[in-house]
């Protein structure tokens, strides 16, 4: 490309999100592509050119590499035939990079910087570096963080295995060598072309009819992603089916039993058992406790879908516990009466999409990828959902999807990734939405060795609440 410009661009590439901050100061070339800035930014803040990327402008311009774009749902720009002095014109302007559609490491360059071109270096060259950047399919900053406690505690039970998943090799986030990004900088087409002929071929990636941009959309807020769900839903359909819901007749049974002076806590901080039996009537005995067939619920701790319940209500702001008891509270009682419960459903639903731990469902490290990726199930029903179908095909469907969820399971000598993967989306996943309400199972609870013969289709509630664009 003919050079255009005589001045140089100072950009700085953070990790959106990360704390604390992991960032690249860079002199460019403003006619440099955006095919050779992925380079650039992936040599410089230390990925490994494992995973599909995409450059979004402000006016939201798509670009990326047409290699990764084979039958043009992506419908993006050619990368390698726009200049970085297009979309970036002005000091202080910014457009967003995000890399592997996974994990979803969002980056943010910003032009700091339009310098007169009389630099003697070549180009270009980080200036500035401030720590390393996470490992490749490490689940996310959610996953980083993780990692990092593992790695520096010595006597965290998870030290050893991850160690391990690193080969060994110790990690400090704080070390960047900015010499050899520099020097790899410089190297940076042989290393690419390098990369080109060792790395074996990705697996094949199926969105299931979703472009990248749809997935992205959707998985940053299933209930705001225009191009998938339509945002508005008919709320008195809604309302119709929402008691089909285990956790609104479960909710509803608790919140009465918290008028007036609350419930009294057992010296453990559980709720009565009493209590718990009655939630359990509520929601079901066969999908809320299906080991009651064993033996009867002893505390509230040994049934998930009660105890969930309950948590999901905390997280949502709706209830507290002051002085041995759970109280509803007064600005939750007042928001029930003017709102009703399908507002008080939709707070659930969010704070068990964004603030529950998923971990804590199957009491279980590691797969934290697993919550990131989950809204896909939901494009997945909405496909084919209206009939029954295998479990275990929706789970192949969300590892077609994201091949490289298996890579971030624990190392084990009996278990693959895979199947590792396979059982964290159904123990976490699918037993969310069934409490949820969102899915139906046949037969509710399958014994080990039938386990591949149990299907699931979407239910009304689901119909209802996502409603294809």
Avoid at 75 to 87: H, K
Avoid at 102 to 115: A, C, F, P, R, T
Avoid at 316 to 331: E, P, R, Y
Wanted: hydrophobic share 40%; aromatic share 10%; glycine share 6%.
């Amino acid at each position: 490309m003919t050079k255009t410009s005589n001045n140089l661009y100072q950009i700085k590439i953070s990790l959106t999100g990360a704390k604390p901050p992991i960032w690249r100061r860079l002199l460019i070339d403003p006619d440099t592509t955006f095919q050779d800035l992925h380079r650039i930014i992936q040599l410089a803040m230390g990925w490994q050119v494992s995973h599909l990327h995409l450059f979004q402008a402000q006016d939201g311009r798509l670009l990326g590499d047409l290699a990764e774009d084979e039958d043009g749902m992506m419908n993006f720009e050619d990368e390698s035939t726009v200049p970085v002095s297009s979309l970036l014109t002005r000091e202080g302007q910014a457009l967003k990079y995000e890399y592997d559609f996974g994990d979803s490491w969002e980056h943010e360059v910003e032009l700091e910087k339009i310098l007169p071109g009389n630099q003697e270096e070549p180009l270009p060259r980080c200036i500035k570096a401030v720590r390393q950047c996470p490992p490749e399919d490490v689940g996310g900053l959610p996953g980083f963080y993780n990692f990092l406690e593992a790695m520096e505690d010595a006597t965290h039970p998870e030290h050893a295995a991850m160690r391990e998943w690193r080969g060994g090799e110790w990690f400090d986030p704080e070390y960047v060598n900015l010499n050899q990004i520099n020097e790899d900088l410089l190297e940076r087409d042989a290393l690419f072309a390098q990369y080109a002929c060792d790395e074996p071929p990705m697996a094949a990636i199926d969105f299931c009819g979703l472009s990248p941009n749809q997935m992205h959309e959707l998985l940053q807020n299933p209930f705001n992603c225009p191009s998938v769900f339509k945002p508005l839903f008919n709320a008195e359909a809604v309302n119709q089916v929402l008691d089909t819901a285990p956790i609104i007749r479960m909710a509803k049974v608790l919140v009465t039993a918290m008028e007036g002076k609350g419930i009294r806590l057992t010296g453990k901080g559980n709720l009565p058992l009493k209590q718990v039996q009655a939630m359990i009537q509520a929601g079901g005995e066969e999908i809320v406790f299906p080991m009651a067939r064993f033996g009867k619920a002893r505390s509230e701790e040994h049934v998930l879908a009660v105890h969930l319940t309950r948590v999901l209500l905390e997280l949502a702001g709706f209830t507290k516990t002051q002085k041995g008891h759970l109280l509803l509270k007064k600005t939750a009682e007042t928001r029930l009466a003017k709102k009703g419960w399908l507002t008080f459903y939709q707070d659930i639903f969010s704070a068990a999409l964004s603030q529950l731990n998923w971990a804590w469902i199957d009491n279980r490290e590691g797969m934290e990828g697993v919550q990131h990726v989950a809204p896909f199930c939901f494009w997945l029903l909405s496909e084919k959902g209206g009939q029954w179908q295998p479990v275990h095909d929706y789970l192949a469907d969300m590892l077609k999807a994201f091949p490289q969820l298996p890579l971030t399971a624990q190392p084990s000598a009996y278990i693959s990734g895979e199947q590792q993967a396979k059982w964290a989306l159904d123990a976490r996943m699918l037993t969310l939405y069934r409490i949820l309400g969102l899915i139906e199972r046949n037969p509710e609870q399958a014994e080990f060795q039938e386990a591949y013969k149990q299907t699931m289709r979407r239910t009304a509630l689901f119909e209802t609440m996502f409603v294809r664009a």
